[in-house]
C-alpha cells in the first residue's frame, strides 16, 4: 500500500520554541493532507486540512497562528508548532489523500503517517 | 457535527475467545466507515472500510458491519490472539474528506 512518512518521529524542546514536523507521501502525490492531534488515551482530533498551492482549513477552536502549515508540494506538507507551550505536548499524526486509488465512494484513500510524539518542557 | 462513541473502551480477554467492538455515530450521512488498529506510540493501520452502501467487510479473523439508518457498526474478531492487542479506533469519513474518530477501544489478549 501507500506509504506516508513523518520526521521526526519524536521531538523535545523547550517552552517558546518552534517544532516543525515533516509529513511526506513516498509513493503518490497527495493534493490534500490532514493534520490531527492525539492526546494521551483520546482519539484523534482534526486540526487542519492542507491543500496543495492552497491555503491550509483550520477546524474550530484551532489556531492557525500557532499551528502553522504549508504544503509548498504535493509531496510534502509542514506543520509547525510556533512558541510551544507544554499543553501543546501530544501525539501529531498526519494523512494523506491518494486520489489513484477508488474505493467506490465519492473520496479518495487516506493513509496515514507513523505520527510524530511532541514534548514540550 | 459528527460524534463518534465507542464501547467498551477496554476489555481484556483470554487467548481464543471471540469479541465483538462496537462503534455508534450520530449523524447517518456518511459515505463509509473504517476501522483501524493503532500500536502503542504508533500510527494507524487501515484494518477494513465499509461503504455506505454495504453492510458488512470480511478480512481474514475480522468481520466489521454497519447499519447506517442505527448508526452503528461492529467489529468482529474471531479466534483472539496475543497479538491482536492494540487499540481499536472507529471512523466515519463524511464530506471533504473528514474523518472523525471514536476513542478507541483498548484490547488486550492474554495468553
Known amino acids: 500500500g501507500a506509504v506516508v512518512s513523518q520526521h521526526p518521529s519524536w521531538v523535545i524542546c523547550k517552552s517558546g520554541t518552534s517544532v516543525k514536523i515533516e509529513c511526506r507521501s513516498l509513493d503518490f502525490q497527495a493534493t490534500t493532507m490532514f493534520w490531527y492531534r492525539q492526546f494521551p488515551k483520546q482519539s484523534l482530533m482534526l486540526m487542519a486540512t492542507?491543500?496543495?498551492?492552497?491555503?491550509?482549513?483550520?477546524e474550530q477552536g484551532v489556531e492557525k497562528d500557532k499551528f502553522l502549515i504549508n504544503h509548498a508540494s504535493l509531496t510534502l506538507s509542514t506543520l509547525t508548532v510556533t512558541s510551544a507551550h507544554p499543553e501543546d505536548s501530544s501525539f501529531y499524526i498526519c494523512?494523506?489523500?491518494?486520489?489513484?486509488?477508488?474505493?467506490?465512494?465519492?473520496?479518495?484513500?487516506?493513509?496515514f503517517g507513523p505520527g510524530t510524539r511532541l514534548t514540550v518542557l | 457535527k459528527q460524534e463518534v462513541t465507542q464501547i467498551p473502551a477496554a476489555l481484556s480477554v483470554p487467548e481464543g475467545e471471540n469479541l465483538v467492538l462496537n462503534c455508534s455515530f450520530t449523524?447517518?450521512?456518511?459515505?463509509?466507515l473504517q476501522w483501524f488498529r493503532q500500536d502503542p506510540g504508533k500510527g494507524l493501520t487501515s484494518l477494513l472500510l465499509?461503504?455506505?452502501?454495504?453492510r458488512e467487510q470480511t478480512s481474514g479473523r475480522l468481520n466489521a458491519s454497519l447499519d447506517k439508518s442505527s448508526g452503528r457498526s461492529t467489529l468482529y474478531i474471531a479466534a483472539s490472539q496475543p497479538g491482536d492487542s492494540a487499540t481499536y479506533l472507529c471512523?466515519?469519513?463524511?464530506?471533504?474528506?473528514?474523518?472523525?474518530f471514536g476513542e478507541g477501544t483498548q484490547l488486550t489478549v492474554n495468553p
Open positions: 494523512s494523506a489523500r491518494d486520489p489513484r486509488v477508488w474505493r467506490g465512494s465519492s473520496t479518495d484513500t487516506q493513509y
Open positions: 465499509i461503504q455506505s452502501s454495504q
Open positions: 449523524d447517518s450521512a456518511i459515505y463509509n
Open positions: 471512523a466515519t469519513e463524511t464530506s471533504g474528506s473528514r474523518l472523525t
Open positions: 492542507s491543500n496543495e498551492g492552497s491555503k491550509a482549513t483550520y
